[in-house]
């Protein structure tokens, strides 16, 4: 009898010990999601033709990023080859030779990582600040032709302001060649990766604004 009496409050004490042990469990598991925090990452995106744009994401959508990538990259070959094909099929540029190599793959990097929202919107308006900045400075240097530049300019030999006009009209043309190629590789990559299953990089990514919620 006294055996089985303490049986039982060897059983009833460790029960009461398993309990308090789950309830602090519990109760530490609750502290750590109240303390954790929602991460924000600065994207930085190159495109086809080299041009950067920035963008302020979740982890978890960095890591949808990371997976087009790499679907862009098994793609890249093919999306060459249909987009050299429906050049061909051009009317302004057919008979031209396909320019592959203005077309570059894309890439991403992540510029900065934080769980405070000011601190990354605070870097990418630093980032946007100074694109602007160079912005100005290309124009103002354009503007500088309408000065005594320009009265200059005037004055050159008629065969250097040819030279000059033909000049442009070659950078003209081929600016226009290299956006054709990249148009038709985009469409062709859309095509690839939709039949694959893909998304593009921004379709199903929450604007800026709702991040930082």
């Known amino acids: 009898m006294r055996r089985l009496l303490t049986l039982l409050i060897l059983t009833a004490f460790c029960l009461s010990s398993s309990a308090v042990e789950q309830k602090a469990e519990k ?16 994207i ?42 429906a050049w061909k099929n051009d009317d302004n540029y057919g008979k031209k030779p396909f320019p592959k190599n203005t077309v570059t793959k894309k890439t991403a990097k992540i510029i900065k990582q ?49 030279r000059e006009e033909r000049q442009k009209q070659k950078d ?16 062709a990559m859309d095509k690839l990766k939709s039949e694959a299953g893909g998304t593009s990089l921004t379709s199903n990514l929450k604007d800026d604004s709702d991040l930082m919620e």
Do not use: C, H
């Open 44 to 85: 930085r995106i190159s495109d086809y033709a080299k041009e950067e744009t920035y963008s302020i994401r979740t982890p978890e959508e960095w890591k949808e990023i990371e997976q087009e990538l790499k679907l862009e990259t098994k793609l890249f070959p093919q999306a060459i080859t249909a987009a050299e094909k």
């Open 114 to 162: 934080s769980s405070d929202p000011d601190q990354i919107t605070t870097r990418l308006d630093d980032i946007e600040k100074r694109q602007r900045e160079k912005e100005n400075e290309s124009s103002a240097d354009r503007l500088k032709l309408t000065g005594p530049a320009a009265e200059l300019s005037e004055t050159k030999p008629p065969w250097d302001q040819e």
């Open 27 to 42: 109760e530490t598991a609750g502290k750590q999601n109240v303390n954790k925090k929602q991460v924000f990452l600065l």
């Open 172 to 187: 003209e043309a081929r600016n226009g060649m290299s956006n054709r190629a990249r148009d038709l590789f985009a469409t």
